[in-house]
Each structure stands twice: as C-alpha cells, then as structure tokens.
C-alpha cells in the first residue's frame, strides 16, 4: 500500500528548516499522536500551545478540523485554532494555555460540537438555511440538493475520523473521556436520522 503524503513521516529538522510552510494538519495530528506538539505556523515544537478561535480566513491553516473543511481557502468560520505561544501573540489569537492532553481533550470537544452541528444541518436547519418551499419540507436534502449533501457528509466523516484518533490517544493513555455519552445519542440520533456513522457498534 502506498503512503499518502498525510500520513507519511516527515523529519522534524525538516520541518522546521521551513519557514511558514502550510502543516499538513493529519500530519501534525499523527505527530501529536507520537507525543510532540508542534505549531502548525511555525514548525516550533513546544510544551503547551495556545488554543482560542479566529474567523479570519488566514486561520484555517492553523486549525486541526479545516484540513477537512471545502471551504479551506476562504473559510470564515469561527475555527479553533492552536498556535505555540509566540505565535499566538503574533496574530493576536486569545487563546488559553494546553499541553497535549488538553489539547486533545478539547480537540475532542471540538469534534463533537462539530458533529453535532453538521448532524443538525444534514437532518433539518438545511430548510430554513436554503429557504425552501413549504412543500418541499418533506424532502431530504440529499434529494433536494445533492452536492450539498455530499460536501456535508464528507466533513462529518472526515470529522468522526478525527474524533476516532482522538478517541484511541485518550484511550491508550488511560486517560477518561469526559461526558462518554455523548457518543451513543449522538449514534442514535445519526441513525434515527437515516444516516450512517463510524461512531456506531
Ligand atoms: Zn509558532
Ligand atoms: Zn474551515
């Protein structure tokens, strides 16, 4: 099997040597995974890094969930970012200090708060989102707009491929995963919803 450049090891002198290169950031996951944290702005490896949100379009580079995200180039969400300190006050982000594992515990939060989101989108905000016809209200998006559809399902797996990540660090650590019910409503609701999920059983 082929390694795709994502998951392909990369020397850290090698990464540092490049002054703001754009991080892949399933690389720098994978990294965070191996127990470094490093600043996807500057290649810095650090002990804590700052972890705020931005809207600015500039930030998607710097957040973890946007390598996933179609709107990477002009993304004006508000993302969760991570910066090592000195970037953090370089861009102004107003961020709080994490070390890895708060990092992938609010990661994990962020998933979910994504997933959550995305779940609601797909199964009923959509309508009033696309200001469709009362008499279309019945419709499932992916019958009424199917690129739509397609775009958002994509994000959501990509997301609860990160949360799976997530989820196996916290797990090989033995640290506890905060509020672990959260993934059966969530299951729940995805599949009452008519959809699927890589969070199921
Ligand atoms: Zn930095
Ligand atoms: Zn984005």
């Known amino acids: ?9 990369v020397p850290w002198n090698e990464l540092n040597s490049v ?3 754009q991080i892949d950031w399933q690389r720098a996951i994978n990294d965070i ?3 470094k944290l490093s600043c996807p702005r500057c ?3 650090v002990e804590q890094v700052m972890a705020g949100y931005m809207r600015t379009p500039e930030a998607a580079q710097w957040a973890p969930l946007c390598e996933g995200c179609t709107k990477r180039d002009n993304c004006d969400a508000r993302k969760f970012v991570i910066l090592c300190p000195s970037c953090a006050a370089e861009t102004r982000l107003r961020g709080r200090p994490l070390n890895e594992q708060g990092f992938m515990l609010s990661l ?7 997933l959550d989101e995305s779940l609601e989108y797909i199964s009923d905000y959509w309508r009033e989102d696309l200001d469709v016809d009362p008499d279309e209200m019945d419709k499932r998006l992916e ?15 990509y997301v609860e491929e990160q949360y799976l990540k997530v989820h196996s660090w916290l797990r090989e650590r033995h640290v506890a995963v ?3 019910g959260w993934r059966s409503e969530y299951v729940e609701e995805v599949i009452v919803a008519g959809y699927t999920t890589l969070l199921g059983d």
């Open 1 to 9: 099997m082929l390694l795709t450049e994502s998951t392909a090891f």
């Open 19 to 21: 002054d703001k290169m």
């Open 33 to 35: 995974l191996a127990s």
């Open 43 to 45: 290649g810095a490896l």
């Open 108 to 114: 994990m939060e962020e998933c979910r708060r994504s």
């Open 143 to 157: 019958d009424v707009e199917p690129d739509l559809f397609k775009e958002e399902d994509t994000w959501r797996r």
């Open 178 to 180: 905060p509020n672990p």
